[in-house]
């Protein structure tokens, strides 16, 4: 391995578990021929999701750069070289010192050389899908809140499922794309896996949103559908008011179900990956069951889940369900099993289509 080489290792390795500590949890499992590809368009990603999420960047100027990354990654897809004044726009009077969200951001540039090693049909794929991000983050940076300091709010569940394809169903795609290249999967395992990738992705982003309200909250957004608020005679801010319990505990039940059928997506997605790829299938299963545990303890907190503060497993319930998980990652009956069981504690009315 050359000093390059290893340099840009230790520049992804660094960055993952400051960024990220589910993922630098579930990365570790996937082979030696996808880790590289997997960890740099991660951060790839969290790039443009950091131009989205920035307090320190203006929504016009968000819009500007999230367009020109958009750009930037098309003609990268296509083969052309970027040039390091445009990689730079990205990041031009961004403080490192901001965050390690910010200083990912300051050095991009060194991410898109490490980019630039991957091979050709990887870089095609991480490129293609984080342009379609990109894209679609910069319709949505113009959401800002209200005047009376309502929070910014989605429209309704087209506008949640639009949303979310832009900042996790396209992470999605982009993942399958490059387990189908990387092990050459059969063409009718490939178009099935493909079919449920987009709403792989929501259902990890819907349970994080949900779970998230009341930090969202507090920058002045919410992530969830207005008019599945107002069906239940909320408003964005009458969600933090406890004193609103029965038709907060009644609007929470409704996203549950409404996000339970991802989650039903995401698992069966998980086992039609082949058992000769354990590391893979651990990648997939792990994330999938925290969310449907994360949604179990919204469904038993509800109230506290709109209100605050945020809730979480614990890092003690962490470990049990990746050690449970490692144990029974071969055998689909088992892993459906186990997410039966959790999908249970979420209370969901919704029934689980037969696999």
Same mark, same amino acid.
């Given at each position: ?28 499992? +996937?082979?030696?021929? $996808? *880790? ?6 991660? =951060? ?6 950091? #131009?989205? @999420? ?14 020109? +990354?958009?750009?930037? $990654? *098309? ?6 070289? =970027? ?6 726009? #990205?990041? @031009? ?263």
């Amino acid at each position: 391995m050359d000093e390059k080489t290893e340099k840009g290792i230790d520049f992804i390795r660094d960055f993952i578990p400051k960024v990220s500590r589910t993922f630098a949890l579930t990365i570790g499992f +996937l082979p030696k021929s $996808l *880790k590289n590809s997997v960890y740099c368009s991660y =951060l790839l990603c969290r790039v443009a999701d950091t #131009l989205e @999420d920035s307090p320190y960047i203006g929504s016009d100027e968000k819009k500007i750069r999230l367009l020109h +990354l958009n750009v930037l $990654l *098309k003609e990268a897809a296509r083969g052309i070289s =970027l040039r390091p004044d445009q990689i730079s726009a #990205l990041y @031009d009077s961004v403080d490192p010192e901001m965050g390690d969200d910010h200083r990912l951001l300051a050095e991009s540039a060194e991410l898109f050389e490490i980019l630039e090693s991957l091979p050709a049909d990887h870089k095609k794929i991480i490129y293609f899908w984080a342009a379609e991000m990109a894209g679609g983050m910069a319709k949505y940076s113009q959401l800002k809140p209200a005047v009376d300091g309502s929070p910014a709010v989605l429209t309704d569940i087209q506008d949640w499922d639009k949303y979310c394809y832009y900042v996790a169903g396209t992470v999605g795609h982009m993942m399958t794309e490059l387990f189908i290249n990387n092990f050459k999967m059969d063409d009718s395992r490939s178009e099935k896996i493909k079919e449920l990738s987009n709403s792989f992705g929501l259902a990890l982003q819907k349970v994080n949103l949900i779970k998230d309200t009341p930090e969202d909250r507090d920058r002045g957004f919410c992530f969830l559908p207005l008019n599945i608020i107002t069906k239940h005679r909320l408003t964005p801010l009458s969600l933090a008011d406890s004193s609103n319990s029965p038709d907060i505990t009644e609007f929470v039940n409704h996203l549950v179900d409404l996000t339970i059928g991802h989650l039903d997506d995401a698992i069966e997605y998980t086992t039609l990956i082949p058992r000769r790829y354990r590391g893979v299938r651990m990648f997939l299963a792990v994330p999938v069951l925290l969310a449907v545990e994360t949604l179990a303890l919204i469904n038993k907190n509800p109230v506290v889940t709109m209100t605050g503060p945020p809730v979480k497993l614990n890092r003690q319930n962490v470990t049990r369900l990746v050690n449970f998980a490692s144990m029974i990652i071969l055998s689909n009956s088992a892993l459906l099993g186990y997410y039966k069981r959790l999908r249970l504690k979420t209370g969901t009315t919704v029934q689980m289509k037969v696999l």
